[in-house]
């Protein structure tokens, strides 16, 4: 059976119950002074960090007030420096966290005091299998780190990655692609070869194809993985790693997603498209409340509304419009932290602020 009449024939579950509310009840602007502003945030042993990508450092900062607490790191070459970094985040489901530099170079973090250079990730790009969707060679990391970049661990030795295509290793691009090529990789931290793939396009993309809006976001519950792709209504549920069980999933309030077919439209297609077009942003399950959150920018057609949709048990139990950019971080003692990705402007100064919300 074809991926494509496979999504087709998937079953559609969960009802649009909304009866919770989302309740934001505390915004704090962050004293980052000393920061670039260039960089990434997220939660690292139920902290708040920021990934400063210019000075190569993280800072820490209070969830309660949002005051500074320490940096470590830095730019350099010596032991525990960084020389350069793309982003940080925490590993799902570890203590561990990771960076990237520009040559696909990964480092595992296990405290503020150790970094650990576990090497480069081969693709086997040195010995590229032109057009061969099962070749780990056509594939990098996905983009759009930004968003919702993530990396999970399966166990000691192996890490979900999430995969974009390589255009370069491709050969023509085609619809077929989206039939053929994988979202998933599996890592071997013991050699960094990518060992398999796995994860397959959804129908939509062979219907209406485009090679720039590819990016997604991924949630694991147990041996659930949720997937949502940036185009797409539906939240595709699987058996890990790609059984295809159902769907979930509803639209937000007015919502463009008319973005250019084609399957080898240039980038600058894409900084025109996403002016008007809607994307989902991000997809995170909560373990200790059993809600699933997507965010999602509805675009500028009807005034660049940002949502956060709350789902349990399949129900969309919940829906709030939410600041602009807006991206949750993680929860902690029944309150869900959220951060804006892009600064703002407040009396000529750039700014980051961290807000708090409950689900009720």
Known sequence: MSCSNDMKLAEHKGLVSKTSRVEFFDSITLNMDSCSMRGNFFIWKDEICFADVYYNRVFVFDKDNGQMLTNYFGRGASKNEIANMLYMHAIDNSNLAFYIDSSNGMYMIE??????????????????????????????????????????RVN????????SVVGRNLGN??????????????????????DSLFGKYPAQYKNIPTNLFTFFSYALDGDKIYVNHCIDSLIYVYEYPDKLLYTIGYEVPKIDRSYTQGNNLDPVVLDKDIQHVGVNTQLMYVKETGILLRMVNSGGTYGSRFFLQAYKDDNLIAEAEVPTFFKCLGYANGIYYGVNMVPTVDEEKEVFTLYKFRIK
């Open 111 to 152: 405290d503020s005091t150790k970094i650990e250079r576990i090497g480069n990730i081969d693709w086997g790009w040195d010995r590229p299998n032109i057009g061969n969707y099962e070749s780990p060679s056509v594939y990098n990391i996905m983009e759009m780190s930004d968003f919702d970049m993530k990396i999970t």
């Open 173 to 194: 691009r085609t619809s077929s692609m989206f039939e053929k090529a994988h979202t998933f990789g599996l890592l071997n931290v013991n050699t960094m070869h990518v």
């Open 156 to 163: 000691d030795s192996i890490l979900i990655i999430p995969l």
